[in-house]
């Protein structure tokens, strides 16, 4: 093989390579944009569920916010 030919050959195989990595970036960037909102959301349904939990701790007749203020269930 000629050197302008090995030169081409090389080149060729740049571009291809270069354009997998453009196609890989795009993918993972659309995953982690994908993650990104998942996680924002599950921040808000845990938000909403503390929330809740703490209403339905308060609600309990005798429930008291601090664990170490309830007696042990031994007594």
């Known amino acids: 093989m000629s050197e302008p030919e ?11 390579q270069a354009a997998f990595q453009d196609e890989l970036h795009g993918r993972l960037n659309d995953v982690v944009a994908r993650q990104d909102r998942e ?17 339905v701790g308060e609600a309990m007749p005798g429930a008291s916010s601090n664990p170490a203020d309830e007696a042990p269930p031994h007594y």
């Not at 996680?39 to 209403?55: D, F, G, T």
């Open 6 to 16: 090995d030169i081409i050959r090389r080149l060729e195989e740049l571009e291809s």
């Open 39 to 55: 996680i924002v959301e599950l921040r808000q349904q845990l938000k909403e569920l503390a929330a809740k939990l703490r209403e």
